[in-house]
């Protein structure tokens, strides 16, 4: 990782140290009209480097989304390596494109089972450079690329460790051009990286596997936990500020910061009930359209659906583990003292934040009822590969209570 204002201005020298002679930039229209993906490749080619940007990324990718990026990619040519800027959306999609020039197949071949085939790489990848625009998803640190399969209506994802960039370059002034709600929206999503991987089922309680069949998931340990606490630290004072003052640059490094040690974390230990649900809150959404974020399709943003049902998944897990539970509360809230009962702690810590930063109240905000419920217990079962990370194990029952608690947290 290379962190710091103006390490962007550095890309192209970092790319002739792979020997890269042609690069394709991704990013997507929005990014592009800020001017940074045209003045990275501008910076790129001074260093004698072919650089062509490719400015059709989805926000929010989907499997169509990404087959056109893989597509483009396939049709120009040999690529030396990539170079994605802006949100995950972007470097989740030149991960797939990275996949898919260096490994024949198509892009559900390698999506996790049961929504895929679950195939992992024959062909090692091309070095890729994420160059991250928000501060959010950690993807810039992560072997995992996540999609919507629209046909499904379900969100899933590729994991594989080939998939984590070759090298993190974390600018923050590229972030300051993030409206508000998209601050808030994924700066829950650091939140609940960090806190989902703090509180995992621990890496001790799993059976151990061969090598070839170990996955990027492996449950806290020690050293996701150091990235975890210290992202949460950074998010007490940073994520208010900066939803409050974009333009505060103290606020914006430290959410860079906060973003990428997260993304450390969870990349090793994993996230859980949270992000299950998640994806089928995202992937079944009808008619909300969130401010902040570019065109008329319907969505709801990746953190924001994570955090919706955060205060009632962590209520659920605090009995697998309350010191876990009531440390991310402090963390969070140094200052604040809770009188009741300890397993409402963290969740009334959760709930003040996301009403202070402006997070929708539950996901009855955002189009769902409790008739929804037995639909989204079905699209969050199919997340396996995070629901086995979880601290508690959490019957479908358990799941649609969860949910149902959720439609309004206020």
């Known amino acids: 990782m290379k962190y710091g204002t103006g390490s962007s201005d550095e890309i192209g020298y970092d790319l002739t140290q792979y020997g890269a002679r042609r690069v394709l930039v991704l990013t997507d229209a929005d990014v592009a009209a800020t001017g940074w993906p045209q003045r990275i490749a501008e910076g790129i080619e001074t260093y004698g480097i072919e650089a062509v940007v490719f400015d059709g990324v989805h926000v929010e990718p989907t499997d169509v989304s990404m087959r056109k990026a893989v597509d483009f990619a396939r049709g120009q040519g040999e690529w030396d390596a990539f170079v994605a800027v802006g949100g995950g959306s972007a470097i989740d999609t030149a991960k797939a494109v990275n996949l898919l020039t260096s490994n024949d197949g198509d892009l559900l071949d390698y999506v996790n089972a049961p929504v895929g085939g679950g195939r992992a790489p024959s062909a090692p990848l091309k070095p890729l450079v994420a160059v991250p625009t928000t501060t959010g998803t950690g993807s ?84 996701a936990d150091m990235f975890a606490e210290q992202s949460l630290r950074l998010l007490s004072w940073a994520l208010p500020a900066a939803v409050r003052d974009g333009s505060d640059l103290k606020a914006r490094e430290a959410m860079a910061l906060a973003a990428t040690f997260a993304g450390l974390g969870f990349g090793n230990a994993g996230v859980h009930i949270p992000h299950a649900n998640a994806y089928p809150i995202a992937g079944q959404v009808r008619d909300f359209h969130p401010s902040g974020y570019p065109g008329e399709e319907a969505m709801v943003p990746h953190g924001m659906a994570v955090s919706l049902t955060a205060p009632a998944a962590f209520r659920f897990t605090f009995d697998a583990a309350p010191d876990r539970h009531e440390r991310v509360a402090r963390l969070l809230a140094p200052d604040y003292e809770w009188p009741g009962d300890l397993r409402d702690h963290l969740p009334a810590v959760l709930r003040q934040i996301m009403r202070e930063i402006g997070i929708p109240n539950g996901i009855g905000a955002v189009g769902y009822a409790e008739s929804d419920v037995d639909s989204l217990v079905s699209g969050t079962v199919k997340q396996q590969r995070l629901l086995a990370t979880a601290p508690r194990e959490a019957s479908e029952e358990d799941l649609a209570g969860i949910l149902r608690d959720s439609v309004t947290l206020w």
Not at 175 to 202: F, N, R, W
Not at 204 to 216: N, S
Request: charged share 25%; net charge neutral.
């Open 140 to 223: 810039e640190s992560t072997t995992v690329c996540v999609l919507d399969v629209l046909s499904l209506r379900v969100k899933s994802g590729i994991s594989h460790l080939r998939l984590r960039p070759s090298l993190a370059v974390v600018d923050p002034r590229l972030t300051v051009s993030q409206p508000p709600e998209v601050t808030a929206a994924s700066g829950m999503d650091i939140l609940c990286h960090a806190a989902e991987s703090y509180t995992a089922k621990p890496y001790t309680e799993f059976d151990r596997k061969r090598p070839e069949d170990r996955v990027p998931y492996c449950g806290s340990n020690p050293l």
